[in-house]
């Protein structure tokens, strides 16, 4: 079942069209990768997709609900997170500070509680440096951090937006299994992301977006074999 259906979105910047009329679908326990180079459209439709942008055509739905109109903090609430690139963690927070922002839109402290017990299980380095200052961690921590704090509000659905970015190859390997664990603990993953032998490395199906349109789409691992993606994106 599509726990996500983008249906044929447009996005402009003033006079420029950076989203073209694009159409896919996110299901259930899927782990799905968007990948394309700088500038193909992939933060945008993310953006649009969490309800920081608005199209100016087309319609998000998620779990059956047309989300399009809805504001970004609402949609959190819903069951969708977005780990946004470049992290944007607080800087002058602590690292326990910053998780707990993320659980904004929760009530039960109980529940709080035990969601942090586990977003520490998955991330040790964080309840090791849970009193320190956000701004004092490592970019690898940093992003642990911002993926932990998705994890906060316990997303149905978590968008991750160039995680591997600027990680040595030893973090990004160790990101990347995170991000394998997070699928198989049930959360539904949507991965931007331009490291594409990585992303489709532990995708189920990928989306390949250029200049704003799709123009690949397909199983992962076959479109890991794909000669017009291995020159593309794999540099092979």
């Known amino acids: 079942m599509a726990m996500l259906e983008i249906e044929n979105i447009e996005v402009f910047y003033g006079v ?53 109109k ?41 529940e709080i509680e035990e969601t942090l017990a586990t977003v520490y299980k998955s991330f040790p380095r964080l309840e090791e440096r849970k009193n320190q200052p956000a701004g ?11 993926m932990g704090r998705a994890l906060m509000s316990r997303p149905k659905l978590i968008c991750m937006d160039e995680p591997s970015m600027g990680l040595s190859p030893i973090l990004v ?20 992301e331009q490291n594409a032998k990585k992303a489709l490395s532990i995708a189920d199906r990928a989306y390949v977006l250029e200049t704003g349109n799709i123009v690949l789409s397909g199983d992962a691992k076959e479109l890991m074999n794909n000669e017009q993606i291995k020159k593309a994106y794999l540099g092979e």
């Open 70 to 110: 809805i504001p970004g903090h609402k949609i959190v609430g819903m069951g969708m997170a977005h780990v946004p690139e470049g992290r944007r963690v607080f800087s002058q927070l602590s690292v326990l500070e910053n998780l707990k922002m993320g659980a904004y839109t929760r009530k039960d402290k109980t």
């Open 173 to 192: 390997d160790e990101i990347f299994n995170i991000i394998t664990e997070i699928s198989k603990a049930g959360t539904t993953v949507l991965l931007v």
């Open 136 to 146: 004092t961690l490592s970019g690898g921590e940093q992003q642990m951090l911002a």
């Open 16 to 68: 420029i069209q950076a989203i073209k009329g694009i159409s896919f679908q996110v299901n259930e326990g899927e782990v799905i990768a968007l990948i394309g180079a700088n500038g193909a459209g992939k933060t945008t439709t993310l953006q649009t997709i969490t309800g920081m942008i608005s199209p100016k055509k087309g319609s998000v739905i998620f779990n059956g609900t047309d989300i399009t």
